[in-house]
Structures are given as C-alpha cells and as structure tokens.
C-alpha cells in the first residue's frame, strides 16, 4: 500500500425492522472490516432500522443525545480506533409540525467524537413500474446543508463529501464536493431492486468519473423484514471509473479497497472537468410563436 493511501471498507447488510439485532449485526461486521486493515468503514443507509411503517419506526427511535446507537458506535470507534460512517440512523426530531424524523448520517473520529453529521437532503418520492411507490417526505424531515469533512486516515490527508442514497442522482451535489476539493464521495444506500438493477452501477461510475473522485457506496441487500427488495451490490470506484470491490445482490458482506487520493488530482490533472466547468445564456426558440 502506497505511505499516501489508506483502506476504505463498506460494510453490506440486510437490517430489520428492529434496532438492536441491526446493531449487533453492524459491530460484528465493523470489527470484521478493522480486522482487515480498514481505517474508514463505512456503514449503509438506515443501518439501524429498515422499517416502512410510520408509526413503528417512530416507537423504535429515539433523538440523538439519547440514542443508545449514537453511543455505541462512538465507542466501537474508539474501541477500534478507526473513522466510522455509518451511512444512515433514523433520528427523532422534536417538531412542532411537519415530519419528525430525520434520515442522518455520523461520521465518528477514531477517538469515538462525532465529526460531522447529515441529513439527507433529496426525499426519495417515486412510484415505479412494478406499483411501488414511495413518500419520504411524509415521514423524513429534509436536510438543508452539504457536509464536508476533512480528515487524516492512516496519516493521508482526505476531503470527505457525504450524500445518501437518493442524493445520487443530484450530480450538482456532487459536483459542488468536488470543486470544493472533495477526493472521495460517500453515498450510502437503500437502493430498491429495480432501480438498482437499472442505475446502481452507472450512477457510481458516472459520479466517479465526472467528478474525478473515489465513490465509496455501502449498500443494504436482500428482502427485508417490511416486505422490501433491495439491490446491495456495496462498491467502490475508483476516479476513473474502475470498479475496485463489489459486494453481490443479497448477502451481508464486507468490501475494503484501498484509497489514493492522489489519484484523483492526478485524473483531474488529465481531464480537467472541474475547473472548465462555464456559465452559458439559455435562449428558448419557439418555432410556434415564429409562424
């Protein structure tokens, strides 16, 4: 490994509709990726709890200064002495109208102190072909801030941009980490099956690949304890677009792949996108109001 590189896991996982088994699962595979030399691990999308109901998963929940999640994982990074994102926790918020819950990510220090946390800003409102159909924003409190994060992994330097899920097909997020210095872009994910099977893969590599940085995505997998499919397929990408780990479609998994952040300046350095990027005047040519 490169003295100016570090390994970045992704942990894969199938998470129920309750907190504490979740929990469990996600230490026993945090400490699995420490083990294999991981210095920032990072977690999927509502790592805690996947659960569609509202009622349910607002009775599960519970705000941050008094999560006993939020709590566990600041130790186990302490314990391990390792940069832990996890990807998503569903947070409750108190509100006096309005949805109550917040989608949030945490980005743990190694000495276990929260660095940065962020709510997801896109809301994930859709209604898919096979008659799935999807309302965030009834039960989620948008985010209003970008999130990046500057840290030392392993003694190398990295600026972190942090997204989730849905947030992937808002390349303007994206690109705004990226012109700011960001050399890895973190987007955990509940992605469904049928988008997954259709986007997932090109998503990360166009994100990679336009904004020549690294893409490190955990995913959550399988069929879930509320009746959902989710497609997993955990990856990293490299600023070039190379797939360096994958993990399958179903299983709970770990992935590490190792991190150069030189790597990105040196693709931005060939293909300087970034920094090309020009301001243009729209006109609107209507052939109707012509005639």
């Given at each position: 490994?490169?003295?100016?590189?570090?390994?970045?896991?992704?942990?894969?996982?199938?998470?129920?509709?309750?907190?504490?088994?979740?929990?469990?699962?996600?230490?026993?595979?945090?400490?699995?990726?420490?083990?294999?030399?991981?210095?920032?691990?990072?977690?999927?999308?509502?790592?805690?709890?996947?659960?569609?109901d509202?009622?349910?998963?607002?009775?599960?929940?519970?705000?941050?200064?008094?999560?006993?999640?939020?709590?566990?994982?600041?130790?186990?990074?302490?314990?391990?002495?390792?940069?832990?994102?996890?990807?998503?926790?569903?947070?409750?918020l108190?509100?006096?109208?309005?949805?109550?819950?917040?989608?949030?990510?945490?980005?743990?220090?190694p000495?276990?102190?929260?660095?940065?946390?962020?709510?997801?800003?896109?809301?994930?409102?859709?209604?898919?072909?096979?008659?799935?159909?999807?309302?965030?924003?009834?039960?989620?409190?948008?985010?209003?801030?970008?999130?990046?994060?500057?840290?030392?992994?392993?003694?190398?330097?990295?600026?972190?941009?942090?997204?989730?899920?849905?947030?992937?097909?808002?390349?303007?997020?994206?690109?705004?980490?990226?012109?700011?210095?960001?050399?890895?872009?973190?987007?955990?994910?509940?992605?469904?099956?049928q988008?997954?099977?259709?986007?997932?893969?090109?998503?990360?590599?166009?994100?990679?690949?336009?904004?020549?940085?690294?893409?490190?995505?955990?995913?959550?997998?399988?069929?879930?304890?509320?009746?959902?499919?989710?497609?997993?397929?955990?990856?990293?990408?490299?600023?070039?677009?190379?797939?360096?780990?994958?993990?399958?479609?179903?299983?709970?998994?770990?992935?590490?792949?190792?991190?150069?952040?030189?790597?990105?300046?040196?693709?931005?350095?060939k293909?300087?996108?970034l920094?090309?990027?020009?301001?243009?005047?729209?006109?609107?040519?209507?052939?109707?109001?012509?005639?």
């Amino acid at each position: 490994m490169s003295r100016h590189a570090f390994k970045a896991a992704c942990i894969q996982m199938n998470s129920g509709t309750a907190v504490t088994p979740n929990v469990t699962a996600a230490t026993d595979l945090i400490r699995a990726a420490a083990a294999a030399g991981a210095h920032y691990v990072q977690t999927p999308e509502m790592t805690t709890i996947v659960e569609k109901d509202r009622a349910a998963l607002e009775a599960a929940i519970a705000p941050q200064n008094e999560n006993p999640s939020v709590s566990a994982f600041s130790q186990l990074a302490k314990d391990l002495k390792i940069w832990l994102h996890i990807g998503s926790m569903a947070i409750a918020l108190r509100a006096q109208s309005g949805p109550t819950i917040a989608n949030r990510a945490f980005l743990f220090r190694p000495d276990g102190r929260i660095a940065a946390t962020y709510d997801k800003i896109h809301m994930y409102d859709v209604d898919l072909d096979n008659g799935e159909s999807w309302r965030e924003s009834k039960t989620y409190r948008p985010g209003t801030e970008a999130r990046l994060v500057d840290m030392m992994v392993a003694g190398t330097a990295v600026r972190l941009g942090i997204s989730i899920c849905y947030d992937l097909r808002f390349p303007a997020l994206f690109r705004t980490y990226a012109q700011a210095g960001a050399t890895v872009l973190g987007t955990p994910a509940v992605f469904t099956r049928q988008t997954g099977e259709a986007h997932w893969h090109v998503l990360q590599r166009a994100r990679a690949i336009e904004n020549a940085a690294f893409m490190v995505s955990a995913a959550q997998a399988g069929s879930h304890q509320d009746g959902r499919e989710t497609f997993g397929h955990s990856m990293i990408v490299d600023p070039w677009g190379a797939i360096l780990a994958e993990a399958d479609g179903s299983n709970e998994a770990v992935i590490v792949a190792e991190i150069e952040p030189g790597l990105a300046d040196a693709a931005r350095r060939k293909i300087p996108a970034l920094t090309a990027d020009r301001s243009v005047e729209l006109q609107i040519i209507s052939e109707s109001a012509a005639a």
